[in-house]
């Protein structure tokens, strides 16, 4: 048997600016269809309503035979998603990216009679507090290509959204159809790359998935709309709209035959499967939403207690947040009950919405840490999300210390030890560096952004729900091959040391590029200094 090779087609359909692109989107449905094939039309909300005005029904037919999707209401009309999210916390930002872009949600609820089944930024402006507003219309995938973020190269689970954002090795790539398709050449080169991705997941034992995009406006303009437009913070008026050059029309064909061309290469290698957003929410379906986890799988996620990260059990991934609720509804129970209950019900939080650190490392009594632990559990069932901290003896603790030292409390609990003091004891959240600096600084030279636009703001939210990530992996996936190496992080006497470990291992952390040392080495590169060899890191 093949080893299983998803193929993800998307089209960026967004170009409201030039009538030929209405045709550029037809024309791509249709091939699609004819070749059996179903793609994922991510739409613009002003684009919907040109192809209204501009009486395209015909464009409509054809794109209602596909899967679609929303890629916001204006696209690069300033300000654009980063611009006006880039100084709002988490709750305001869900706002106003609802109040701004809810019109062309329902615009496309209207004109396709569907609810759009994913949603990608427009360019490189990528935001935390969309996922809030996403999770509020119930889409639950981000299909889209960013540096911002990469979890080891694969598909991962980020506050309750499936991302399919940065693929690469064994896990697949994200490959683009530019304004070169029809080029001399072209073909072939593009055959070369997709089979270089496609030969790597098959050497792997799969699955994998290989993103492949599209704008249908570069198949018939050598140029793009919105930066002719909008570049550099510019914002041309709306009667005054440019259009951009255009292809002739033998190029145009060209571009057309190329595609045709390649998807039907594609589509004949084995173990290939077309997929769409909503094809790839049913595959990839987190294992651990609602699933009830043992006394003993729970010690399991909890050890190395210092290091904070996505773990795996079972074979089931789970992320930083999932952990930090599942022990202070068990040694919440320990406080009403007197022991340990047999299971946990797993739930999905938020990470926390700030960045406090802990005052101070007291002792406390058992009973004071185990009370703690009630008021934790109960405002995760009141806000959906973790504190920002905890409050022992009128202490503030961050969240990654009082989960720390929750571990050690369970796991002597789990063993049948009460010590009746409770040190309150570091802890680390690895799974932070999943959040690229290095990755965020690349999206800001996104041409439709003013000169030296940043958002730090938006790497700082975004840092803290990282406690959400996790890797997502398919459904049914008995025979996969395993990776020959799985690394491990270990806290020895103060210090983060990398160990190989096994090729399996009960429970795993994994974080990309090495997690801790990533982070530390991305921040004195952004500050000019030279790269270092990574030893240890004491964060006071």
């Known amino acids: 048997m093949e080893p299983k090779v998803y193929v993800v087609l998307w089209f960026d359909t967004e170009d409201f600016v030039t009538p030929e692109s209405d045709d550029a989107a037809k024309r791509l449905a249709e091939l699609l269809s004819l070749n059996g094939v179903r793609g994922t039309f991510k739409l613009v909300g002003e684009k919907v309503r040109a192809l209204e005005r501009r009486g395209r029904y015909d464009v409509i037919s054809a794109i209602k035979q596909h899967d679609v999707g929303y890629h916001t209401d204006r696209h690069s009309v300033h300000p654009v998603v980063a611009e006006y999210l880039k100084d709002l916390e988490m709750e305001r930002g869900k706002e106003e990216f609802l109040k701004r872009e809810g019109r062309g949600i329902d615009d496309i609820k209207r004109v396709f009679g569907v609810s759009p089944s ?22 639950t995938v981000y299909l889209d290509e960013s540096n911002f973020i990469d979890l080891d190269g694969g598909p991962f689970w980020y506050c309750g959204i ?13 490959i683009g159809l530019p304004f070169e398709m029809g080029q001399e050449g072209f073909l072939d080169q593009l055959e070369k790359e997709f089979d270089a991705a496609y030969e790597e997941v098959v050497r792997a034992g799969g699955p994998g998935i290989i993103s492949i995009y599209n704008h249908p406006t570069t198949l018939v303009t050598e140029e793009f709309w919105d930066a002719v437009n909008f570049a550099r913070g510019r914002n041309t008026p709306l009667d005054q709209l440019k259009l951009p050059r255009l292809k002739s029309p033998q190029q145009v064909e060209a571009g057309f035959k190329d595609f045709d061309s390649f998807l039907k290469y594609v589509k004949s290698k084995p173990g290939v499967e077309f997929v769409t957003a909503s094809d790839l929410k049913r595959i ?13 799988e729970l010690a399991a996620l909890l050890n190395p207690p210092e290091l904070i990260s996505y773990r795996e059990v079972g074979g089931i991934w789970v992320s930083a947040a999932e952990i930090f609720w599942m022990v202070v509804q068990a040694l919440s129970s320990v406080l009403e009950t007197g022991a340990l209950p047999s299971s946990v019900k797993n739930k999905y939080p938020l990470g926390p919405y700030g960045e406090v650190r802990s005052e101070a490392f ?11 632990c009630l008021t934790a559990r109960e405002f995760i069932e009141a806000n959906g999300r973790l504190p920002d901290f905890v409050e022992l003896k009128g202490v503030k603790i961050s969240p990654e210390d009082f989960l720390s030292t929750a571990a ?12 009746e003091l409770v040190k309150v004891v570091e802890g680390t959240v690895a799974s932070k560096a999943c959040v690229r600096y290095l990755g965020a600084k690349s999206a800001w030279n996104w041409v439709i952004f003013p000169d030296h636009f940043e958002a730090w703001n938006l790497v700082e939210l975004a840092r803290l729900q990282a406690w959400t ?25 103060g210090s983060l040391a990398l160990q190989s470990g096994s ?22 590169t952004l500050a ?13």
């Open 408 to 419: 050690l409390v369970y796991l002597e609990e789990s063993s049948g030890k009460r010590a």
């Open 118 to 139: 994913c949603y990608g930024q427009p360019g490189d402006s990528w935001a935390p507090q969309v996922y809030l507003a996403l999770r509020d219309l119930g889409i």
């Open 528 to 540: 000019g200094l030279a790269p270092f060899s990574f030893k240890s890191v004491n964060r006071r």
């Open 284 to 296: 990839f379906a987190d294992a651990a939403s609602d699933r009830d986890f043992s006394r003993d």
């Open 469 to 493: 990530a996790k890797p997502a992996t398919a459904s049914l996936r008995e025979g996969v091959a395993r990776d020959t190496q799985d690394w491990s992080l270990q806290n020895k006497q």
């Open 362 to 372: 007291p002792y406390v009594t058992r009973r004071e840490f185990l009370s703690a």
């Open 162 to 174: 499936l991302n399919v954002l940065k693929l690469s090795g064994a896990k697949g790539r994200i």
């Open 503 to 524: 090729p399996v291992t009960r429970n795993r952390i994994e974080c990309p590029a090495m997690v801790v040392a990533d982070t530390w080495r991305q921040l004195f």
